[in-house]
C-alpha cells in the first residue's frame, strides 16, 4: 500500500493560495491520488483526482509531478470556510485506501 | 436525493450492551464502507461491501460485524461494546468498478460513546 506524507498543519490567512503537498514515493503504476476534505463534526468530502500532470476543478488544482512521487493540492484565494482537513490518498481500490491524519489548514481573517 | 444517511447520529451505551448502526444511500452504489475516526485521527476502514450479499474486513474489523442484505443499505453491529470503541463512525458509498477509483460519499456520522 502507498503511504503519505503530509504536513500535520498549517496557516493562512483570507485570500492567500495555499499549498499542501503530499509525498508518496512508492506509488504504484495504477494509483490515483485523490484528495478530501473534512469540516469537523462531518464526513470527508471528495475535492480533485489525479493521475499525472495537472488537474483543475471549480474547488481545487492538483498538481503531480512526472515521477508521481509528490502531489500538491492547491487552493486559491482561500476564505475562512476553508479551514478544513486535508486527506491525500493513493490508491486505486476504494477498498484498499488509507486516511492519514490529514493535514489540518486554518484560515484566519 | 438524500444521499448517505446514518442512524442515529448519537449514542451511549454501557459496556458489554450491543446495538447496530444503519447506515443507507439512495445513490444506486455497489461499494459501501464503514469507518471509524477517533479523535485527531484519519479515518479507519472496519468493514465494506462490494455489492448486496457480501462483505468483506478492512484495516480494524475486529469486535464489528455487518450485513448487506439490501444494497441500499448497509448494517454495522457491535455484539458487546467495549470502551475501545467509542469513536465517530462513519458510513461511505461509492460506485463499483475495479478500473478506476471511484468518489466515495460519506454520511455524516454517528457518534458512540461506550461506557
Known amino acids: 500500500l502507498a503511504k503519505t506524507t503530509q504536513p500535520i498543519s498549517m496557516d493562512s490567512y483570507e485570500g492567500q493560495e495555499v499549498n499542501i503537498t503530499c509525498s508518496h514515493n512508492?506509488?504504484?503504476?495504477?494509483?490515483?491520488i485523490t484528495w478530501y476534505q473534512q469540516f469537523p463534526s462531518q464526513g470527508p468530502r471528495f475535492i480533485i483526482q489525479?493521475?499525472?500532470t495537472k488537474v483543475t476543478n471549480e474547488v481545487a488544482s492538483l498538481f503531480i509531478p512526472a515521477d508521481r512521487k509528490s502531489s500538491t493540492l492547491s487552493l486559491p484565494r482561500v476564505s475562512l470556510s476553508d479551514t478544513a482537513v486535508y486527506y491525500c490518498?493513493?490508491?486505486?481500490?476504494?477498498?484498499?485506501?488509507?486516511f492519514g491524519t490529514g493535514t489540518r489548514l486554518q484560515v484566519f481573517p | 436525493n438524500a444521499g448517505v444517511t446514518q442512524t442515529p447520529k448519537f449514542r451511549v451505551l454501557k459496556t458489554g450492551q450491543s446495538m447496530t448502526l444503519l447506515c443507507a444511500q439512495d445513490?444506486?452504489?455497489?461499494?459501501m464502507y464503514w469507518y471509524r475516526q477517533d479523535p485527531g485521527m484519519g479515518l479507519r476502514l472496519i468493514h465494506y461491501?462490494?455489492?448486496?450479499?457480501?462483505?468483506a474486513k478492512g484495516e480494524v474489523p475486529d469486535g464489528y460485524n455487518v450485513s448487506r442484505l439490501k444494497k441500499q443499505n448497509f448494517l454495522l453491529g457491535l455484539e458487546s461494546a467495549a470502551p475501545s470503541q467509542t469513536s465517530v463512525y462513519f458510513c461511505?458509498?461509492?460506485?463499483?468498478?475495479?478500473?478506476?477509483?471511484?468518489?466515495?460519499?460519506f454520511g455524516p456520522g454517528t457518534r458512540l460513546t461506550v461506557l
Open positions: 461511505a458509498s461509492s460506485y463499483g468498478t475495479s478500473d478506476v477509483y471511484n468518489e466515495q460519499f
Open positions: 512508492n506509488i504504484a503504476t495504477n494509483d490515483y
Open positions: 489525479g493521475y499525472k
Open positions: 490518498l493513493v490508491g486505486r481500490n476504494t477498498d484498499k485506501l488509507i
Open positions: 445513490m444506486n452504489h455497489e461499494y
Open positions: 461491501s462490494v455489492g448486496e450479499g457480501t462483505t
